[in-house]
């Protein structure tokens, strides 16, 4: 992977829109610049294809195939956000260590020219006091750790904060501040289910136009490719790397939390910048990233599911032993098997008080559980009753493991927002989730995994191989039968017991059964976008939300074989694979 990257690197030092430093005065036609747009061009391509920020700074009005039309409309942005940002961004480049150019493999600082070309950057070889203040760490004067501890801070969010950070400090230890330019592609609009030619901006963490004939500092070629939204993956376990009993209980808990870091890494690099972790991770997970001491998506958490005893959250076995295989219990993981409504009550509040995102219950038995039964509805009324109110209490949404119909509609009718897996959905789970407007996350790829586990380890329990052989069609006649019926559908893969790193593999399964590669998109899009509340935010490609993309080798509208077509991914404006 990588994608066609020029001179990504580039650092202007003429002052521009942005408030670089001023060596020279600008001229009336500089040779490039950070805020130069072209007007679009006559002809069939002038056409602007999505609202973007005109000449005098407001967001232009939204065009035919505008993917602001019907939700997820995004915030405007107008010259008021952008001048706080840059005065903002002007007290960071005035630090020593950001004003360095970039330096290609043979050594040469290059810089973006117009037409996006790799320019040699003179100004680099001069010497004087630019070239000390490069050649020097800027961390000997403690600069640089302040600026990526406010780096981290910043992204410690799945909110809707418009400034982002604009210096950036790359793996290579060069702080940047670009407009980011993806040039040419073809820019895919999940609401209208159609895509264009277009370039995207992006600043900081930001998209800050969409358009054609657009221009930046730095350019990425997407010529002949697909330009999508980064994905979204809405039930992921980065604890876990499968679910082979005997394995994990030689694994030290130290240890998961390392793997989780390369799942978490492998995750981001597939393509998906957005993830909800259905159990397994906890804050510490969060918050690690947030601080930037590991790489991948940005993340919910449910920390813990909850379960009855005998449910499918609780690891006891015929020996009567309790070994705590999957879901050991820790300080940050406090334990969710509960029976009765006062311990319902007191589990719920230990999530949110670890920092649960949202809660997660199991209202039916699962596979994986060696002694429950996925048919079965699992936990009382009551207790769904009283995890609900606490839950709206902390303002937290609940996904629902639910499989069995009983299960699913026990769920429904409490006001879960989600059923995950729904494997054997029937009319009337179905026609109930429709008027509730709850969602289905199928996780296709999980009893494919089980399945794939039971044939090569032998830490899988014979009744979990059973459980996965006997859920695969009716899985399938359920998701197709939930997509006929009109029920809202976000993409989740279960990896963790599916490989990580295989996320869109999900998209290809959907597609097998009739879903379009259109609808396929837009559930790891802006539908898994609106589950997660951050709609706002994420899951198309316009101005004001975040600049996380994903270019696919092709210009064609498709899933098949999605993971081999990920060419580039922009993770909040930066480049991570
Ligand atoms: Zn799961």
Same mark, same amino acid.
Not at 75 to 93: E, K, M, N, Y
Not at 387 to 393: D, G, H, V
Not at 491 to 513: F, K, P, Q, V, Y
């Given at each position: 992977?990588?994608?066609?990257?020029?001179?990504?690197?580039?650092?202007?030092?003429? @002052?521009?829109?942005?408030?670089?430093?001023?060596?020279?005065?600008?001229?009336?036609?500089?040779?490039?610049?950070?805020?130069?747009?072209?007007?679009?061009?006559?002809?069939?391509?002038?056409?602007?294809?999505?609202?973007?920020?005109?000449?005098?700074?407001?967001?232009?009005?939204?065009?035919?195939?505008?993917?602001?039309?019907?939700?997820?409309?995004?915030?405007?942005?107008?010259?008021?956000?952008?001048?706080?940002?840059?005065?903002?961004?002007?007290?960071?480049?005035?630090?020593?260590?950001? =004003?360095?150019?970039?330096?290609?493999?043979?050594?040469? !600082?290059?810089?973006?020219?117009?037409?996006?070309?790799?320019?040699?950057?003179?100004?680099?070889?001069?010497?004087?006091?630019? $070239?000390?203040?490069?050649?020097?760490?800027?961390?000997?004067?403690?600069?640089?750790?302040?600026?990526?501890?406010?780096?981290?801070?910043?992204?410690?969010?799945?909110?809707?904060?418009?400034?982002?950070?604009?210096?950036?400090?790359?793996?290579?230890?060069?702080?940047?501040?670009?407009?980011?330019?993806?040039?040419?592609?073809?820019?895919?609009?999940?609401?209208?289910?159609? /895509?264009?030619?277009?370039? +995207?901006?992006?600043?900081?963490?930001?998209?800050?136009?969409?358009?054609?004939?657009?221009?930046?500092?730095?350019?990425?070629?997407?010529?002949?490719?697909?330009?999508?939204?980064?994905?979204?993956?809405?039930?992921?376990?980065?604890?876990?790397?499968?679910?082979?009993?005997?394995?994990?209980?030689?694994?030290?808990?130290?240890?998961?939390?390392?793997?989780?870091?390369?799942?978490?890494?492998?995750?981001?690099? $597939?393509?998906?910048?957005?993830?909800?972790?259905?159990?397994?991770?906890? #804050?510490?997970?969060?918050?690690?990233?947030?601080?930037?001491?590991?790489?991948?998506?940005?993340?919910?958490?449910?920390?813990?599911?909850?379960?009855?005893?005998?449910?499918?959250?609780?690891?006891?076995?015929?020996?009567?032993?309790?070994?705590?295989?999957?879901?050991?219990?820790?300080?940050?993981?406090?334990?969710?098997?509960?029976?009765?409504?006062?311990?319902?009550?007191?589990?719920?509040?230990?999530?949110?008080?670890?920092?649960?995102?949202?809660?997660?219950?199991?209202?039916?038995?699962?596979?994986?559980?060696?002694?429950?039964?996925?048919? =079965?509805?699992?936990?009382?009324?009551?207790?769904?009753?009283?995890?609900?109110?606490?839950?709206?209490?902390?303002?937290?949404? +609940?996904?629902?493991?639910?499989?069995?119909?009983?299960?699913?509609?026990? /769920?429904?009718?409490?006001?879960?927002?989600?059923?995950?897996?729904?494997?054997?959905?029937?009319?009337?789970? +179905?026609?109930?989730?429709?008027?509730?407007?709850?969602?289905?996350?199928?996780?296709?790829?999980?009893?494919?995994?089980?399945? @794939?586990?039971?044939?090569?380890?032998?830490?899988?329990?014979?009744?979990?191989?059973?459980?996965?052989? !006997?859920?695969?069609? !009716?899985?399938?006649?359920?998701?197709?039968?939930?997509?006929?019926?009109?029920?809202?559908?976000?993409?989740?893969?279960?990896?963790?017991?599916?490989?990580?790193?295989?996320?869109?593999?999900?998209?290809?399964?959907?597609?097998?059964?009739?879903?379009?590669?259109?609808? $396929?998109?837009?559930?790891?899009?802006? !539908?898994?976008?609106?589950?997660?509340?951050?709609? $706002?935010?994420?899951?198309? #490609?316009?101005?004001?939300?975040?600049?996380?993309?994903?270019?696919?080798?092709?210009?064609?509208?498709?899933?098949?074989?999605?993971?081999?077509?990920?060419?580039?991914?922009?993770?909040?404006?930066?480049?991570?694979?």
């Amino acid at each position: 992977m990588g994608g066609d990257l020029a001179g990504r690197h580039h650092v202007c030092s003429r @002052r521009c829109a942005h408030g670089f430093l001023p060596p020279f005065r600008r001229s009336a036609e500089p040779a490039y610049g950070h805020a130069r747009r072209r007007r679009p061009r006559a002809g069939p391509r002038g056409r602007q294809l999505v609202g973007g920020i005109g000449r005098s700074g407001r967001r232009t009005a939204p065009q035919p195939g505008c993917a602001h039309r019907a939700v997820g409309r995004p915030r405007t942005v107008d010259r008021g956000d952008l001048r706080h940002r840059t005065a903002r961004s002007r007290d960071r480049r005035a630090l020593p260590g950001s =004003r360095r150019p970039s330096r290609r493999a043979d050594g040469a !600082a290059h810089r973006v020219g117009r037409g996006g070309r790799t320019q040699p950057d003179h100004r680099a070889r001069r010497g004087g006091a630019g $070239a000390d203040v490069d050649e020097r760490t800027v961390s000997d004067r403690g600069v640089r750790s302040a600026a990526d501890h406010r780096a981290g801070h910043r992204r410690n969010c799945i909110d809707n904060r418009l400034d982002q950070h604009v210096v950036r400090a790359t793996p290579d230890g060069q702080h940047v501040t670009a407009r980011l330019l993806v040039r040419g592609g073809h820019v895919f609009d999940p609401i209208g289910g159609t /895509a264009g030619p277009a370039d +995207v901006v992006v600043e900081g963490a930001r998209i800050v136009d969409v358009g054609v004939g657009l221009d930046g500092d730095t350019a990425i070629d997407a010529t002949g490719r697909l330009v999508v939204p980064g994905f979204i993956d809405c039930h992921v376990h980065v604890l876990l790397d499968d679910v082979d009993t005997l394995r994990l209980l030689q694994t030290p808990l130290s240890l998961r939390f390392f793997q989780a870091a390369r799942n978490l890494r492998l995750t981001l690099r $597939a393509g998906v910048t957005t993830i909800r972790d259905a159990a397994g991770a906890d #804050l510490g997970v969060k918050q690690a990233l947030a601080a930037g001491l590991i790489d991948g998506p940005d993340m919910q958490i449910a920390i813990g599911m909850l379960s009855q005893t005998g449910g499918h959250g609780d690891e006891w076995l015929p020996t009567g032993e309790c070994v705590h295989a999957l879901w050991p219990p820790y300080p940050g993981r406090p334990s969710t098997v509960v029976d009765g409504v006062d311990e319902m009550r007191r589990a719920v509040r230990e999530l949110v008080r670890a920092g649960a995102d949202v809660i997660k219950v199991a209202t039916t038995g699962g596979v994986i559980s060696p002694r429950s039964d996925p048919r =079965r509805a699992q936990l009382a009324e009551e207790e769904l009753a009283v995890m609900m109110a606490e839950a709206r209490a902390a303002h937290l949404h +609940v996904m629902a493991h639910a499989q069995g119909a009983q299960g699913v509609k026990n /769920a429904v009718r409490a006001g879960v927002r989600s059923i995950e897996h729904g494997v054997y959905l029937d009319d009337e789970a +179905v026609d109930m989730m429709v008027k509730n407007g709850t969602w289905l996350v199928p996780t296709l790829s999980a009893p494919h995994a089980i399945l @794939r586990q039971a044939d090569t380890s032998g830490g899988i329990a014979d009744s979990t191989r059973e459980k996965a052989a !006997a859920a695969l069609e !009716a899985h399938e006649a359920s998701v197709r039968l939930a997509h006929a019926a009109g029920v809202r559908i976000a993409m989740g893969t279960d990896a963790g017991i599916s490989r990580h790193g295989e996320n869109l593999r999900e998209l290809e399964l959907m597609n097998r059964l009739g879903i379009s590669a259109v609808d $396929a998109l837009r559930a790891a899009s802006t !539908a898994a976008a609106e589950l997660l509340d951050a709609g $706002a935010d994420i899951g198309e #490609l316009c101005p004001g939300k975040r600049a996380d993309m994903v270019i696919l080798e092709g210009p064609e509208i498709s899933v098949e074989q999605l993971p081999e077509r990920v060419r580039t991914v922009i993770h909040r404006g930066t480049v991570v694979a």
